[in-house]
């Protein structure tokens, strides 16, 4: 059974660092194209950034290059995501996400992602 758990989420001041955690199991992290999404009180859910199959490629949406990274370990068998130099507007709750493929096509478009975690809130007060 398919099973991610996020952690890490806290309240945190503009500026500071975060790491979040999706801890993965019932299968291999690894083998799989996997991202991170975040949800903003009242909008819709936005894809945050994709890492593909044993890390081959990464891509990240246009808000948070240069400031997140998504990377996993194979060992733990876990996603993180690093967010550095954190804005008010990026308070949300934030999601790991899990496709049933290798390939990390589409994987950006919501449908494409076939399981989710419960997600883990950050809080970043303006």
């Known amino acids: 059974q398919v099973q991610l758990v996020e952690s890490g989420g806290s309240l945190v001041q503009a500026g500071d660092s975060l790491r979040l955690t999706c801890a993965a199991s019932?299968?291999?992290?690894?083998?799989?194209?996997m991202a991170w999404w975040r949800q903003a009180p009242g909008k819709e859910r936005e894809f945050v950034a994709h890492?593909?199959?044993?890390?081959?490629?990464?891509n990240y949406a246009d808000s948070v290059k240069g400031r997140f990274t998504i990377s996993g370990d194979d060992a733990d068998n876990t996603l993180y995501l690093q967010m550095n130099r954190l804005k008010p507007e990026e308070t949300a709750i934030y999601y790991c996400?899990?496709?049933?493929?290798?390939?990390?096509?589409?994987?950006?478009?919501?449908?494409?992602?076939?399981?989710w975690g419960q997600g883990t809130k950050v809080t970043v007060p303006s």
């Open positions: 890492i593909a199959y044993r890390g081959t490629n990464r």
């Open positions: 996400a899990r496709k049933s493929s290798s390939l990390a096509t589409g994987i950006s478009r919501e449908y494409n992602n076939d399981d």
């Open positions: 019932g299968f291999t992290l690894s083998e799989y194209a």
